[in-house]
């Protein structure tokens, strides 16, 4: 849920326009508190996010590797129309999943070991670290685990007017992201019907 919860830090600002929550310190601060614990997760390690500067070579590792999740988010949602927020942001299926793989590729590979005494088994040898990259990998290994995983089938993307969220479909009738957007989109759509005769 690390990329996922990474895809959501874009929001509607409440004025027709978009909200990027990582676009300030404090924000992407905020974020990274809240996500450590899913990045010592998916590291399978504690990641000290208090090592973690906030800065923008940080920001701009985090916000591509979001917009590259974004992608492939739209491209899993497909035949429905993508989040409204960066449609025409989007990159090519390609690109999105070099960005991703380089993204998971800080974390390292699996070496297999065999010893004496025992049945060959995987041991993760780690390229770096450095938590940023260690953060970044996190993002990237998770975004493909969430994309490879059952989670995938149920991912939408909000079609309220204002909504630019992706959400996880918990029922077959769910058709927005939250109850406050199917009530604009109804208020919305009674409005309109009131209003075009």
């Known amino acids: ?6 895809a959501a830090t874009i929001r509607h ?9 990582l ?5 992407l601060g905020s ?9 010592s997760v998916v590291l399978g390690h504690s990641l000290d996010a208090s090592a973690l500067a906030v800065n923008e070579i940080l920001r ?3 916000t ?19 989040s409204r927020a960066d449609a025409n942001q989007l990159l090519e299926v390609e690109a999105a999943l070099a960005v991703l793989n380089k993204a998971a590729d800080k974390l390292g590979t699996a070496h297999l070991v065999w010893p004496s005494d025992g049945a060959p088994a995987s041991r993760w040898s780690g390229r770096s670290t450095d938590p940023a990259a260690l953060l970044v990998g996190a993002v990237g290994r998770s975004g493909i685990d969430f994309l490879l995983g059952p989670d995938r089938v149920r991912l939408r993307a909000c079609p309220a007017a204002r909504c630019v969220k992706y959400f996880l479909q918990d029922d077959p009738r769910q ?10 989109e109804r208020v919305n759509r009674h409005y309109q019907r009131k209003h075009s005769t």
């Open 13 to 21: 600002d409440g004025q027709g326009g978009v909200a990027d929550l």
């Open 1 to 6: 849920m690390l990329a996922f919860n990474l």
């Open 60 to 62: 701009q590792a985090l």
């Open 64 to 82: 591509g590797v979001r917009r590259a999740v974004r992608s492939l988010f739209a491209r899993a949602v497909s035949p429905a129309p993508p």
């Open 175 to 184: 058709t927005w992201c939250s109850p406050s957007c199917g009530n604009r």
């Open 23 to 27: 676009a300030t310190d404090a924000g």
């Open 31 to 39: 974020w990274l508190e809240e996500n450590g614990p899913l990045a």
